[in-house]
Structures are given as C-alpha cells and as structure tokens.
C-alpha cells in the first residue's frame, strides 16, 4: 500500500471516532438550551402573574374600602332623608342615594371580577410551579448527562486530537488537502473501504463455495467495476468513488462482505 494511502486510513479513523464522540453529545447541549429557555419564559410570566395577583388583592381591599365608606355615607343620606323641608332637597339627596347604590353595586361588581382573575391566576401560578419543578429536574439530569459525557469524552477528544496532528505532519500537504475536502464535502468521511460482496454457492457434494460478485463503494453503495477494483487492491496509488468522490481502498476484514456478515464495519 502507498504510504499515504495508509496514513489517510488511519487519519479517517480517527476523524470516524471524533465524529462519534460529537454525536453522543449530538442531542444533550440542544436538549438542556431548550429546557433552559423554556424555564425562563415560564419564570417571567410567573413573575407577571404574581405582580398581577398582589395587585388585584390591593384593588379589592380598595374596593371594599369603597363600599365600606358608600354605606356610610348612604346610611348619612338616608338618616337625612327624614328631616328634608323642601322638593329640592329631597331630590338632591334622593339623587345622591342612589349614586351612592350605584357606587356600591360597581363596587361589589369588580370585586366579583377580581376574585374570578386571581382565581385563574392562582391556578396559572400552580401550573407554572409544578412545570419549573419538573423542568428544572429533567434540566438538572440533562446538565449532569452532559457535564458528564463532556469530562468523560474530553480526554479522549485530546488524544484523539493529538494523534490526528501526529498523522496529519506525517503526511504531505497535498494529500491532507484532498482528504479534507472530500470530508468536507460528505460528512467527514473522505476516505472508505471498497466493499466487495461474496454469494454462496454448494456444488453438487454439498461443498459450500464463496463466489465474490458485485463490488461497491462504501459509503454510497455505487458499483465499482472490476478493473478499478483491481487496481484499488494493488493499492499503489489513491482512487476516488466515480459517484461520491470519496477514495477507496481495500482492506481484508472491512472489504469481503459475506451471506452471514450482518453488519458491515470499517
Ligand atoms: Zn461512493
């Protein structure tokens, strides 16, 4: 095998596990972004909520305040009532009389009102509560999930990193820039084994016999025709996947895909 074209295999598994690692964390530092806004805005109309109930209970102590001094006022008027000497005044206060009922029954009104809302709020803060509670627990495990997978795979992604700098000097430029931007362009993979696919066959003692047949690439899964599968096995110079761009080579345990094989590894 050329030397590079070993190097390059080896600097592709390495970026393989790196990429991974990126995956394990994949979901955790979007899951705990999403919990951790999701609290916030929960907390801010709790806030709002609250104010609003300390509000509406100062609005209905003003409110009874009200009535309390209408009905005294109303019971003045109607005391005075009984000793009014002309139309005029007994009009006045009989206009005054029921403004004050009126007043009352506004009153009595908006306390109904209030006591309705800080019910509905009351029940909203309840929610809201119970909601913080058991976000603020899933984001707690989430977190430590996450802290976790982050310590745990933090020294590996050094030595991973320092191995793949150690390889990278080893190989020439021109090479590092190829590779990379085949793995650019699909998804860090620059670099697969051919596969070649092995049929069963019994002749007629019953012998089992492995006939290989179709060839392809590993990562597209696009046929590659026997001539350039000849020439990937002599591995003497770098060859590229027609289809998706990527190199190819051949490697004995990634490359025979047999009946049984049930997955296929690099
Ligand atoms: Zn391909």
Same mark, same amino acid.
């Given at each position: 095998?050329?030397?590079?074209?070993?190097?390059?295999?080896?600097?592709?598994?390495?970026?393989?596990?790196?990429?991974?690692?990126?995956?394990?964390?994949?979901?955790?530092?979007?899951?705990?972004?999403?919990?951790?806004? #999701?609290? *916030?805005?929960?907390? %801010?109309? !709790?806030?709002?909520?609250?104010?609003?109930i300390?509000?509406? &209970? $100062? @609005?209905?102590?003003?409110?009874?305040?009200?009535?309390?001094?209408?009905?005294?006022?109303?019971k003045?008027?109607?005391?005075?009532?009984?000793?009014?000497?002309?139309?005029?005044?007994?009009?006045?206060?009989?206009?005054?009389?029921?403004?004050?009922?009126?007043?009352?029954?506004?009153?009595?009104?908006?306390?109904? #009102?209030? *006591?309705e809302?800080? %019910?509905? !709020?009351?029940?909203?803060?309840?929610?809201?509560?119970?909601? &913080? $509670? @058991?976000?603020?627990?899933?984001?707690?495990?989430?977190?430590?999930?996450?802290?976790?997978?982050?310590?745990?795979?933090?020294?590996?992604?050094?030595?991973?990193?320092?191995?793949?700098?150690?390889?990278?000097?080893?190989?020439?430029?021109?090479?590092?820039?190829?590779?990379?931007?085949?793995?650019?362009?699909?998804?860090?993979?620059?670099?697969?084994?051919?596969?070649?696919?092995?049929?069963?066959?019994?002749?007629?003692?019953?012998?089992? @016999?492995?006939?290989?047949?179709q060839?392809?690439?590993?990562?597209?899964?696009?046929?590659v025709?026997?001539?350039?599968?000849?020439?990937?096995?002599?591995?003497?110079?770098?060859?590229?996947?027609?289809?998706?761009?990527?190199?190819?080579?051949?490697?004995?345990?990634?490359?025979?895909?047999?009946?049984?094989?049930?997955?296929?590894?690099?």
């Amino acid at each position: 095998m050329i030397k590079q074209l070993g190097q390059l295999v080896k600097l592709q598994k390495i970026d393989n596990q790196l990429i991974e690692i990126t995956k394990l964390k994949g979901d955790l530092p979007r899951i705990v972004k999403n919990l951790q806004g #999701e609290i *916030d805005t929960i907390s %801010k109309k !709790l806030e709002v909520d609250k104010t609003r109930i300390t509000t509406i &209970i $100062l @609005e209905t102590k003003e409110s009874e305040l009200n009535i309390e001094e209408t009905k005294t006022k109303l019971k003045r008027y109607e005391d005075q009532l009984y000793l009014v000497t002309s139309n005029k005044e007994y009009d006045a206060l009989t206009a005054e009389i029921d403004t004050s009922k009126q007043n009352i029954s506004k009153d009595e009104y908006r306390i109904l #009102e209030l *006591d309705e809302e800080k %019910k509905n !709020l009351d029940e909203e803060v309840k929610k809201a509560d119970l909601d &913080i $509670l @058991e976000k603020g627990s899933q984001l707690k495990e989430k977190k430590k999930d996450l802290d976790q997978k982050t310590t745990e795979t933090e020294s590996v992604v050094e030595k991973l990193t320092k191995e793949k700098n150690d390889i990278q000097e080893s190989i020439p430029l021109r090479y590092i820039r190829e590779y990379t931007r085949i793995a650019k362009a699909r998804n860090g993979v620059a670099i697969v084994p051919v596969h070649q696919i092995f049929i069963e066959k019994k002749d007629k003692k019953g012998n089992i @016999e492995y006939i290989p047949a179709q060839a392809s690439c590993g990562a597209c899964q696009k046929n590659v025709p026997p001539q350039k599968l000849m020439e990937i096995k002599k591995q003497s110079k770098l060859i590229r996947c027609e289809f998706c761009g990527r190199l190819l080579f051949w490697d004995d345990k990634a490359s025979e895909i047999y009946p049984s094989d049930e997955e296929i590894i690099m």
